[in-house]
């Protein structure tokens, strides 16, 4: 009974993006100047504190089971699976699948050492941008050197997005992850939709 209790209420969650599911599939741009959007809704997003160097740093290092990336902008996992975003010396996002829970463990892992591991999986959601003109529609309001020389793939930086703060991770050659709070998701996925619509048309000779 309480697991199917607990699978009523899991079909009745909505995204911060749910509403317009629909807009972001008709705002794709197809061809060599394409473009397309959408949610990763309901991702699993624990933040991490920790000093390195620290026993609670190598407790938690552990229990990602991909470790806790060691400079800035570095990525370490899959976007697929696991992966841990460096936000600082000491801060990191751990970003998980929806389902995963490795709350619990990592709660474990630090025990009582000086550290921190909280919940922050309604606290942003995960926007995709991908395709040929993916990184022009960024260069157009983030004020990030985006070029490959400087932003590699398995990168992220926190940056602004026009006049909204977010974290930004390229996951492919023409992918790029877009981490706004909740509040604003609606605001940038229709400031990029707003960025994209230049290339559905044909380029002036």
């Not at 932003?151 to 930004?168: D, M």
Request: one cysteine or more; proline letters at 6%; hydrophobic letters at 45%.
């Amino acid at each position: 009974m309480a697991e199917q209790v607990l699978t009523d209420i899991s079909a009745l969650r909505t995204s911060p993006l749910g509403h317009l599911s629909e807009t972001l599939k008709q705002g794709a741009v197809a061809g060599e100047r394409g473009v397309s959007l959408r949610e990763i809704a309901f991702t699993t997003q624990i933040g991490l504190r920790a000093e390195p160097g620290s026993a609670a740093h190598a407790a938690l290092s552990a229990a990602t089971g991909v470790h806790l990336p060691s400079a800035a902008g570095q990525v370490v996992g899959t976007e697929d699976g696991t992966a841990v975003l460096w936000l600082g010396p000491d801060e990191f996002l751990l970003v998980a699948p929806d389902g995963s829970e490795p709350f619990s463990s990592l709660v474990a892992a630090l025990g009582d050492e000086a550290g921190q591991v909280v919940d922050l999986s309604a606290n942003r959601t995960v926007i995709e941008l991908s395709g040929p003109s993916a990184r022009a529609v960024l260069e157009k309001s983030c004020p990030a050197d985006l070029h490959p020389r400087s932003f590699e793939i398995g990168s992220a930086i926190t940056t602004v997005l026009g006049p909204v703060p977010v974290l930004l991770w390229k996951t492919g050659e023409q992918t790029f992850r877009v981490l706004p709070r909740a509040s604003f998701a609606d605001y940038t996925a229709r400031w990029l939709l707003d960025g994209m619509a230049e290339f559905a048309s044909e380029p002036i000779d």
